[in-house]
Structures are given as C-alpha cells and as structure tokens.
C-alpha cells in the first residue's frame, strides 16, 4: 500500500491512514499486527491500557522494516496524570516498546473530574523538549480542554484523536481543529460495522465505485482529513482497508454520509466530561 502522509503542525508527518490495535494481545495479537505492518501499514497505534504495547514492538521488530518508517502512537492513562507519574508511564511504555523514543504520544482521556490533565500536558512539553517523544496530542478532548491545555502552555497539540464515524462526524470539533491546525485522528471509524454499512448513502456510494462499504467510509474520512485507524485481524481485510486512494467520492456522497450523523450518534458511552479511565 502506498499512504499519503500529512503534515503536523510540529513539522513532522503522519501517515492518512492508520492500523488500531486495541484488543490485539498474545499469539494471535502479533501475528495481525505483524501483518499490518507488512501490508504497508505504518501508524500503528496502541495504550498502556491496551496492555499490547510488547507486542506491537515486537511486531516492528520481527517485520525487519526500518523503525524510521513506523509511526508508533501511545497514550498516558488516567491513573498517571499527575506530572511525575506521567514521566514515569512514557518511561514505561518506552520499555515496554523497546524503543528509544515514542513517535507519537497521547494522554489517552482528560478525566475532567480528577482535574489533572494539565499536569500530563506539562509533562508531555517536556517529554517532547528532551525527545523521548517526538509529536504530543491527546485524544478524546473537547474544545474546552483543548483551550485550557493551550493557555496553560503555550503549546497546541499535535492531534486529538476521537470517536468519529458516520453517526458522529464530529462536524463542530473538527471545525475547531481544522482552525487550530490540529489533525483529527478518527478512532472507531467504521462504528458499528453491520449497521453503518447497510445505510443507503453508503451502498450507493460502494456500488457506484465498486468497491467496499468500509471502502466508502474510511475514504470519507479521508476527504475529511481525517486520520482513520481501523482494526482488522485478517489480511484481506487490511489490504482492502488500506485500498481507498484510488476512487473519489463526489461532494453530495461525502455530504449524504455526514447527514447520517446523530445527536446521540456516539455509540461508546465516552462523553469525555463524564468518562473516568484509571
């Protein structure tokens, strides 16, 4: 596969498309993420609470490809947001990885409630300032968090990466980064696979260019300009997910799939000021 890359605001680059590895542990674990990464996949994207981060460095290493190549994103979990536990959890994960430094590092929800994401911020700033990580960001901020992190440091995340996917586009954040020259990377991007699939806007779309419904999808992220990262154990189907930069689809297709979007359209129960991750 040959992915498009973009430009961060920090003068480094993400490729347009990425590889989810949540739940991807053990045997079987390795075994798909080492068949990402040989299907041309190289923004591989794990946790600490994905609890795969020795896998997926593993997997880098068996693939014998370059580590230059590979844009490895982590996050900071809930239970380390104080500034020194964050520095000891990048630490961590560097081991765990066994790499030298983290390509792209998150603090993985703001947890507004225990009210120290500001302090995993910092240490990010810091982290980044003495290269154990080489890009920051955060995901699943909204505006308001974005803005205090940003008055609090003078320094505007790299990404934030969100719930997005037809039912919740997302359409007023993206507003918000696009202004601020953040990337939006879409987690979950395929939603609920069965059912978005079945939309009309959808299929329409997949037959009128032959290709898949997740096809469609993850190329309408792609016009969006947005990071999609789905998942995928089997090798067809990674090959055909990385497939969508050949076809375009028109204004009133993207624009009849964002109209599938929803009030309640989040289907993970992560509204980020209520939802406490440890």
């Known amino acids: 596969m040959d ?4 430009d961060l605001n920090d003068g480094t680059e993400l490729p347009a498309l990425g590889f989810g590895t949540t739940g991807l542990q053990g045997a079987d674990g390795l075994e798909a993420i080492l068949g990402a990464a040989q299907a041309g996949y190289r923004l591989l994207d794990t946790a600490v609470n994905y609890g795969n981060e020795m896998t997926v460095g593993e997997a880098i290493r068996r693939s014998e490809i370059p580590r230059a190549e590979f844009r490895v994103t982590s996050k900071i979990p809930g239970r380390h947001h104080a500034y ?30 225990r009210d120290q994401y500001t302090e995993a911020w910092r240490a990010l700033v810091d982290l980044q300032r003495d290269g154990l990580v080489t890009s920051i960001g955060v ?26 996917h037809p039912y919740f586009p997302q359409e007023e954040l993206r507003a918000v980064h696009d202004s601020l020259g953040i ?16 939309e009309e806007p959808i299929r329409a ?17 792609f016009q969006l300009g947005a990071v999609p990262i789905p998942k995928s154990t089997q090798p067809d189907r990674q090959l055909s997910n ?3 930069f050949d076809f375009e689809l ?29």
Request: aromatic share 6%.
């Open 3 to 6: 992915i498009p890359v973009y």
């Open 139 to 164: 995901s699943n901020f909204t505006a308001e968090h974005l803005d205090r992190i940003m008055d609090s440091s003078g320094v505007v995340p790299a990404v934030n990466q969100i719930e997005m």
């Open 205 to 221: 779309a997949a037959e009128a260019h032959g290709v898949s419904p997740a096809q469609v999808v993850l190329r309408w992220h």
């Open 250 to 278: 028109s204004e009133d297709e993207v624009a009849a799939i964002t109209g599938l979007g929803r009030e309640d359209g989040r289907l993970f129960d992560g509204d980020p000021n209520e939802h406490y991750e440890m």
């Open 242 to 244: 990385g497939d969508i």
């Open 84 to 113: 020194d536990d964050a520095i000891v959890s990048t630490h961590e994960s560097l081991g765990r990885l066994g790499l030298e430094n983290i390509d792209l590092h998150l603090i993985h929800w703001p947890n507004p409630k």
């Open 183 to 198: 990337r939006t990377v879409a987690w979950s991007p395929l939603a609920k696979a069965k059912a978005v699939f079945e």
